[in-house]
């Protein structure tokens, strides 16, 4: 046997061997494993497949397009906990392919809870991990100097690996929805029990807004009604700390964040709320502000909008999604019915007052 031919039955018996060893670490991914375990094990190996100094997995969250930390293969796990990766606009997670040249990276930066990381004196490489087209994650690789994979193996090995595990990512992704889905309807199905149990107006608009900071995991919630003249909203219903005497709190439309939403019929999703200065502009007290994301919703009733609810300050200092955008907006209908049977009661009552009154005058 000459030598060109050993060397090519030594290559295929590495790419068995390395084939055997994806194929192991897929049956223990998909065994009883919690998915932080799952993340480290995808690290540890990608670690030694693409030789770098640490191996971080960052999982794209659906409803808010961030990367967030999953797991690492070393001791970053305490720095990166709670964080998400800022890939500074670049085209990393657009481009095809597994290619793993590391370089300085300056614009690359990871968000903690305690601040922020850059990479500006290192060498990164970031691999994404797709299905059908979808990014749903990211293995960020560090490196102590400047490397190029130059190994063709290596290479489809790792093009291996990254395609079977973006089907286990797809198929956690579709979990995740249809959790969300789920507590979607549960949070209906909650608010509907409200109604058909609790007569008094007054509680029953407290009980929903209780049910939304829950869900939605806010520190406030504020439901304006606008006024009879139909130029300002006052706040009736509120959940959470304020600074100020909501009581006192009058927004003219057209004015503010809620003031805009009044004017129409849409809500109002801002993800970040220094890019909308305009809109924050009469709102008393900005530093109440502790994220930059909030959601208004307004109420419609019969084409015309009575009021207006909003939320901010997520807890998990994460913006607002889409998916929240929806949740909010069929409850806003539920609260629009409740006002409006509401005010069509309080006329009948002042009809049949004024009723009692003619008729005891003409008596």
């Known amino acids: ?22 194929h192991n670490i897929l049956m223990q991914l998909r065994g009883d494993m919690t998915e932080k375990q799952k993340g480290e094990l995808i690290c540890h190996y990608f670690k030694s497949l693409s030789m770098s100094r640490e191996t971080t997995l960052f999982i794209k969250n659906l409803k808010t397009d961030r990367l967030m930390y999953r797991a690492s ?20 997670l657009k481009t095809e392919g597994t290619e793993l040249t590391a370089a300085p990276s300056p614009a690359i930066t990871v968000h903690t809870r305690k601040g922020q990381y850059d990479f500006h004196d290192k060498f990164v490489a970031a691999v994404p991990v797709r299905a059908i087209g979808k990014v749903y994650g990211v293995i960020f690789c560090e490196y102590d100097k400047s490397f190029s994979l130059d190994d063709r193996m290596k290479e489809e090995v790792i093009a291996v690996f990254l395609d079977q595990i973006s089907l286990l990512f797809e198929c956690n992704a579709e979990t995740e929805q249809l959790k969300d ?6 949070l209906l199905y909650e608010i509907g029990s409200k109604l058909s149990s609790i007569r008094n107006e007054d509680k029953l608009l407290e009980a929903i807004l209780n049910l939304i900071q829950q869900n939605l995991q806010v520190d406030r919630c504020s439901l304006m009604i606008i006024d009879e003249d139909k130029k300002s909203l006052q706040i009736k219903k509120a959940i959470g700390k304020y600074d100020i005497d909501i ?12 003031g805009h939403v009044a004017m ?17 502009s009469h709102v008393p007290k900005k530093h109440n502000f502790r994220t930059n994301s909030l959601l208004s919703v307004p109420l419609v009733s019969q084409g015309d909008v009575i009021g207006v609810i909003n939320v901010n300050n997520r807890k998990d200092g994460m913006p607002f999604s889409e998916s929240d955008m929806d949740l909010l907006s069929k409850i806003a209908s539920e609260i629009a019915s409740i006002l409006q049977r509401s005010y069509i009661a309080l006329q009948l009552k002042k009809t049949r007052e004024l009723d009692s009154d003619i008729k005891k005058f003409m008596a």
């Open 247 to 258: 009581s006192k709190v009058k927004v003219p439309i057209g004015e503010g964040i809620a």
């Open 181 to 186: 889905k789920a507590k979607s309807l549960e």
């Open 73 to 92: 293969s070393g001791k970053e796990s305490s720095r990166y906990s709670g964080s998400f990766l800022d890939t500074g606009g670049l085209d990393l």
């Open 264 to 280: 129409g019929t849409r809500p109002l999703l801002i993800k970040d709320l220094s890019s909308e200065r305009h809109l924050i």
């Open 1 to 22: 046997m000459d030598s060109a031919m050993k060397k090519e039955n030594e290559i295929l018996k590495q790419q068995l061997k390395s084939f055997q060893e994806i």
